[in-house]
């Protein structure tokens, strides 16, 4: 598993390598702009090469990209369409451009208003975003269920992932929090094993494509969204042992995104922590070594 940590590019591209080998982190995310406004940033090919050459001459072994919280691929209003669209198929470009293991997204938002036309919305959105861009996969992050978020439920996962076209480039990312928020008890090793055996019966096997590992303020089936640092909420020690241990997850990147004791992001030690949580698994004689 490669745990890591969500990190700011502040600066330039490469800096959030930097920022993420200062934590010790195998794997980090970032916003591909800021996560609050519209606007794109216009990065350079020198920005992409310098980012790669930093990357590869580092211990990251993977780079996803959160796409910002802006983006509402199933609102029925044209405007919000159209810029979604639009930033949407810049951070794939940019995932393209950086080779970024993939493009983290909430899938959108029903509103007030019924789940199916909009799902099916938001896959039309995330088809023509695929087709505008070359390589970098797009990721459907699992939401914890406030209001009207497409995602709360595999089998809503599953219908985004069909309106979306199918296509090996879609995949699921899922959150530890969001899982306990919108009422999947994952805190054991048997009952995370069999949530994801409900899973894949509704995603299909290998469509996990990445994780994130985060505490829940709220409690079991609170359908909010409140990230907690580790060991400290509702997940706990014991349930984040569970999730970086599940041998499904053992080749995916695992990134925190946990507030930090001053509300600036995941720390050294908590990541030292997390990657302590992680059994070592035996390798074959003469096999590589496995993080």
């Not at 993939?102 to 099916?120: C, L, Q, R, T, Y």
């Not at 695929?130 to 497409?150: I, Y």
């Not at 004791?261 to 003469?286: C, K, Q």
């Amino acid at each position: 598993m490669l745990v890591g940590a969500h990190v700011s590019p502040s600066g330039g591209l490469y800096r959030a390598i930097e920022r993420g080998t200062a934590l010790g982190a195998h794997s980090i995310q970032i916003f591909n702009q800021s996560p609050r406004a519209w606007r794109p940033t216009a990065y350079t090919e020198e920005d992409f090469a310098r980012f790669r050459e930093a990357m590869g001459a580092s211990e990251i072994g993977a780079v996803l990209i959160h796409g910002v919280y802006l983006l509402n691929c199933a609102s029925e209003d044209a405007e919000i369409r159209r810029k979604s669209l639009a930033g949407l198929i810049h951070a794939l470009a940019v995932g393209d451009a950086i080779g970024a293991h993939g493009v983290v997204v909430h899938p959108g938002s029903a509103k007030a208003g019924p789940v199916a036309p909009a799902i099916d919305r938001a896959g039309e959105l995330f088809a023509q975003a695929l087709a505008e861009s070359d390589r970098c996969p797009l990721h459907l992050e699992n939401t914890a269920g406030a209001g009207g978020t497409l995602g709360r439920t595999f089998v809503e996962l599953a219908a985004l992932l069909d309106a979306g076209g199918g296509g090996a480039r879609l995949a699921v990312c899922l959150d530890s929090c969001h899982l306990l928020a919108s009422g999947y008890d994952i805190r054991t090793p048997k009952k995370l094993a069999g949530v994801l055996d409900e899973c894949e019966a509704a995603i299909g096997t290998g469509r996990i494509g990445s994780l994130h590992l985060n505490d829940s303020q709220m409690p079991l089936g609170s359908n909010r969204d409140r990230h907690a640092n580790i060991g400290e909420g509702e997940l706990g020690i014991a349930g984040a042992r569970a999730f970086v241990n599940e041998p499904r997850f053992a080749e995916l990147p695992c990134v925190l995104e946990t507030p930090g004791p001053d509300r600036s992001g995941p720390t050294a030690e908590e990541l030292a922590l997390v990657s302590g949580l992680v059994r070592r698994r035996r390798r074959p004689a003469g096999g590589a070594p496995r993080r």
